[in-house]
T-cell receptor
Framework: LAKTTQPISMDSYEGQEVNITCSHN???????ITWYQQFPSQGPRFIIQ?????VTNEVASLFIPADRKSSTLSLPRVSLSDTAVYYC????WGTGRRALTFGSGTRLQVQP | DVKVTQSSRYLVKRTGEKVFLECVQD?????MFWYRQDPGLGLRLIYF???????EKGDIPEGYSVSREKKERFSLILESASTNQTSMYLC?????????????FGPGTRLTVT
């Protein structure tokens, strides 16, 4: 199984760009990388998913280098409401192999 | 919107009791999951199910069992609760397209075993 490592916490200010990196050195060929956001007293919520290079949606971008041993979630111009815990998930769900590994989470605190 | 509901938000049980945590999803998803969440450890997969009556162990299945008799319902069972099973339990579901689909999580059940 891929082991994932994330920073425990990060601080930022409103309006700044925040980059959170997840290391997954032994990622398997068919593994995807997914990021989730979790607010207190709620279950995690999907943000973005990718396999390689760059993926962008309306809330975030995900950068994955060619070797895929790490990934970076980028949140543009954060606001107070982005204060949450962010988890990376590495895994595969094909036939014959089902494996999912969450990181331990990065607590992002956004200050005014 | 997909909705995943869990039977209780908070539960207090005594050591040795049998505990049932229920999860229901309303979107006809094939896959269902049970995680436990502990500070500093993130989410750890206990069991998952990819079809009715089908189940597979996750990373930490010891002390737990599961049941999936209907597609929409996935139960986690603690046969004899112990204090080290005090935790937040999260249920999730996902569609099955042969790849890693988005998981939809319930709000969680905070279980305390005394």
């Amino acid at each position: 199984l891929a082991k994932t490592t994330q920073p425990i916490s990060m601080d930022s200010y409103e309006g700044q760009e925040v980059n959170i990196t997840c290391s997954h050195n032994n990622i398997a060929t068919n593994d995807y990388i997914t990021w989730y956001q979790q607010f207190p007293s709620q279950g995690p919520r999907f943000i973005i998913q990718g396999y390689k290079t760059k993926v962008t949606n309306e809330v975030a971008s995900l950068f994955i280098p060619a070797d895929r041993k790490s990934s970076t979630l980028s949140l543009p111009r954060v606001s107070l409401s982005d204060t949450a815990v962010y988890y990376c998930l590495v895994g595969d769900w094909g036939t014959g192999r089902r494996a999912l590994t969450f990181g331990s989470g990065t607590r992002l605190q956004v200050q005014p | 919107d997909v909705k995943v509901t869990q039977s209780s938000r908070y539960l207090v049980k005594r050591t040795g009791e049998k505990v049932f945590l229920e999860c229901v999803q309303d979107m006809d998803h094939e896959n269902m999951f049970w995680y436990r969440q502990d500070p500093g450890l993130g989410l750890r997969l206990i069991y998952f199910s990819y079809d009715v009556k089908m189940k597979e162990k996750g990373d930490i299945p010891e002390g737990y069992s599961v049941s999936r008799e209907k597609k929409e319902r996935f139960s986690l069972i603690l046969e004899s609760a112990s204090t080290n099973q005090t935790s937040m339990y999260l249920c999730a579901s996902s569609l099955s397209s042969g790849s890693v689909d988005e998981q939809y999580f319930g709000p969680g059940t905070r279980l305390t075993v005394t």
